[in-house]
């Protein structure tokens, strides 16, 4: 959830010309991770849960390729890069591990 506020707050700063595009393609992609694991954790079953759990982990791939794309065109700076990459190459890997510790 907080990857997700820091991320929507960094993006508040592209350009107007990417508010239809990169802007709300890495918005709806960082909710998407929260949204996921939150649905998948409700009332269903164990191979359902990890189901959402890789849904979750692919919208988190789709955040770091709007990230590298944000700092290619120049909307972030690289420490911004490095510290949103850093952040989310954490969560990966304890998203990664918990969803194989589902049974």
Not at 61 to 73: D, Q
């Amino acid at each position: 959830m907080e990857f997700g506020e820091k991320i929507n707050t960094m993006s508040y700063n592209f350009p107007q010309k990417e508010i239809f595009n990169l802007t709300s393609q890495i918005s709806r992609a960082v909710d998407s991770i929260a949204l996921n694991i939150s649905e998948g954790s409700i009332g269903q079953s164990n191979p359902e849960f990890k189901k959402f759990m890789g849904y979750a982990i692919r919208s988190l791939a789709e955040v770091v390729t709007c990230l590298h794309k944000a700092f290619k065109r120049n909307y972030i700076s690289k420490k911004e890069f490095d510290e949103h990459y850093e952040y989310a190459f954490n969560l990966m890997n304890m998203m990664v591990a918990f969803k194989e510790k589902i049974k």
